[in-house]
């Protein structure tokens, strides 16, 4: 067994431990390999031992590595600040775009998923706290944008995003990934299609267990699986 194997091995045990603390079926919970700056051949390693889901922040990177690894069925989540001019390749490559925060990106979305004859997965990025080096929508903006976005013909409005303040103990962070859910909640009651709009996308490697306690559907592990990053990819 590999590093890399015994990692996602162990992960996995948390993940289910803390489904079972809360009563959940640990099915119901997506881990997503975060990448950036991950090699191909780690990638290839946590493929061979068992993970399906990738998430890159970049997409430039993301493309290398998709190509890279086409011979093997992943599924890619982009899960960065997604510019404008990148929404093209990134509708292109990516199943899922967790990061959208505001209605110019969501019509070209829209517009460039039109244009492949495809509907996107998108989930809402909601700014929490105060750091303004995290993107993400106002939360007194968030219902207006979600009601442009789930208007759109080619957007598949499925949840939620947040890229909480960062504490060294986890539970400082339940607050926040309880109010994202609570959004959620909020949000459904107001959706065209309910039963799709389910996903929170929250958690990372210190804190992911707190985050399924309080309701996560994807939790986003990078350095708990892949090791501390380096500055080559």
């Not at 068992?50 to 989540?77: M, P, T």
């Not at 303004?132 to 939620?160: C, I, S």
């Not at 949000?187 to 996560?216: C, N, Q, Y």
């Amino acid at each position: 067994m590999n590093d890399i194997e015994a990692n996602l091995s162990a992960i996995l045990h948390q993940m289910e431990q803390a489904c079972r603390r809360c009563g959940r079926d640990p099915h119901s919970v997506r881990l997503i390999g975060v990448t950036k700056q991950v090699s191909v051949e780690k990638i290839r390693q946590a493929a061979a031992a068992g993970l399906r889901c990738f998430g890159e922040n970049y997409v430039q990177e993301g493309i290398r590595k998709i190509e890279a690894l086409s011979d093997l069925y992943l599924e890619w989540h982009f899960i960065g600040r997604l510019q404008t001019n990148k929404v093209k390749h990134a509708v292109q490559r990516f199943s899922w775009i967790h990061t959208l925060d505001r209605l110019s990106l969501a019509r070209e979305l829209n517009k460039r998923a039109g244009n492949l004859g495809h509907r996107v997965s998108v989930l809402l990025q909601v700014h929490l706290g105060d750091e303004e080096t995290k993107g993400g929508v106002a939360p007194d903006e968030l219902e207006a944008l979600f009601d442009e976005a789930q208007a759109m013909e080619w957007l598949e409005v499925r949840g939620l995003m947040a890229v909480p303040p960062y504490f060294e103990d986890p539970e400082a962070v339940r607050p926040f990934f309880r109010n994202l859910r609570q959004w959620l909640e909020r949000l459904r009651l107001k959706a065209s299609h309910p039963e799709r709009m389910t996903e929170l996308s929250m958690g990372m490697s210190h804190d992911f267990h707190v985050a399924i306690e309080e309701g996560a559907t994807m939790i986003r592990v990078g350095t708990a699986l892949f090791g501390p990053r380096t500055n080559r990819a």
